[in-house]
Nanobody, 119 residues
Framework: QVQLVESGGGLVQTGGSLRLSCAAS????????MGWFRQAPGKERELVAA???????YYADSVKGRFTISGDNAKNTVYLQANSLKPEDTAVYYC?????????????WGQGTQVTVSS
């Protein structure tokens, strides 16, 4: 079992930055593949960024060049640095983890943290 706790959301103006954190416990962190998802009101949840246990990363086209995902094995934490934020980035952001890199399904989820970007 894996427990994930997100933090770092908040209200920011257009063009601002936030760093989201996700602390993991319950399983050796370096064996997990991590992802950040977001869900805006009335929209489907989407994968924003992901990082494998080996450090390979993926970004949705909508955030490429603006968001950076990284992991710290010593702190059992994954981060999402979000820069140049836009109103369309407003959503609840969720951290997720999976043990099978090739599975599309994430097994564990955090409770979510709200990010609001004002225009």
């Amino acid at each position: 079992q894996v427990q994930l706790v997100e933090s770092g959301g908040g209200l920011v103006q257009t063009g601002g930055s936030l760093r989201l954190s996700c602390a993991a416990s319950g399983r050796i962190f370096r064996t997990l593949h991590m992802g950040w998802f977001r869900q805006a009101p009335g929209k489907e949840r989407e994968l924003v960024a992901a990082i494998s246990s080996g450090g390979s990363t993926y970004y949705a086209d909508s955030v490429k060049g603006r968001f950076t995902i990284s992991g710290d094995n010593a702190k059992n934490t994954v981060y999402l640095q979000a820069n140049s934020l836009k109103p369309e980035d407003t959503a609840v952001y969720y951290c997720a983890a999976k043990t099978n890199l090739y599975s599309k399904k994430y097994d564990y989820w955090g409770q979510g943290t709200q990010v609001t970007v004002s225009s």
